[in-house]
T-cell receptor
Framework: KAGVTQTPRYLIKTRGQQVTLSCSPI?????VSWYQQTPGQGLQFLFE???????NKGNFPGRFSGRQFSNSRSEMNVSTLELGDSALYLC????????????FGQGTRLTVV | KNEVEQSPQNLTAQEGEFITINCSYSVGISALHWLQQHPGGGIVSLFMLSSGKKKHGRLIATINIQEKHSSLHITASHPRDSAVYIC??????????????FGKGTLLTVNP
């Protein structure tokens, strides 16, 4: 059974640009959650999608958005990038949401210069 | 004060030692997760607990809801257990009010 796949693994962007990250969940999983990890703040919850609907959202500005497609694949978009957006972005999939076991991807390391 | 506090921040042990990592939280929760992160970023979910105790191989996780405290134990530690261990709690109720909060992590190094 294939795991959670995140693409790309590494990305370098310039301040002001926008970026789209992709997450393909485990087959059959309908919930995808996104997280940001930085050395200073640690892991922080961004949002959760379930059956193409955003179900939960963390405390991030509106520049951070996402969506989920009918095949459960999810994308996360960050517009008007800032230096502080440099981080490891992780997604996790689960069958029915955060009270069931979550499986994490390897992450996308975003560097904003 | 962070809602989720882990201790210790760093832990160095010799192979074979018994390890305990602690997690205290200050909010009501519906579940607590223990995660393992190896260098390079990959995260593995070890346990999800809402009460009692769970065991998987050499790993044991316990939670005391009344005391708002959880522990992760590793018996007969091995160098391959070296990783960051992260505690995460889910709080809130209702469709859009759930919140996941993470501890800062415990860096475990097991020396041969």
């Amino acid at each position: 059974k294939a795991g959670v796949t995140q693409t790309p693994r590494y990305l370098i962007k310039t301040r002001g640009q926008q970026v789209t990250l992709s997450c393909s969940p485990i087959s059959g999983h309908r919930s995808v959650s996104w997280y940001q990890q930085t050395p200073g703040q640690g892991l922080q919850f961004l949002f959760e999608y379930f059956s193409e609907t955003q179900r939960n959202k963390g405390n991030f500005p509106g520049r951070f958005s996402g969506r989920q497609f009918s095949n459960s694949r999810s994308e996360m978009n960050v517009s008007t990038l800032e230096l502080g957006d440099s981080a490891l972005y992780l997604c996790a999939s689960s069958y029915a949401g955060v009270n069931t076991e979550a499986f994490f991807g390897q992450g996308t390391r975003l560097t904003v210069v | 004060k962070n809602e989720v506090e882990q201790s210790p921040q760093n832990l160095t042990a010799q192979e074979g030692e018994f390890i305990t990592i602690n997690c205290s939280y200050s909010v009501g929760i519906s579940a607590l997760h223990w995660l393992q992160q190896h260098p390079g970023g990959g995260i593995v979910s070890l346990f999800m607990l809402s009460s009692g105790k769970k065991k998987h191989g050499r790993l044991i996780a316990t939670i005391n809801i009344q005391e708002k405290h959880s522990s992760l134990h590793i018996t007969a530690s091995h160098p391959r257990d070296s990783a960051v261990y992260i505690c995460a709690v889910r709080s809130g109720s209702g469709g859009s009010n759930y919140k996941l909060t993470f501890g800062k992590g415990t860096l475990l190094t097991v020396n041969p």
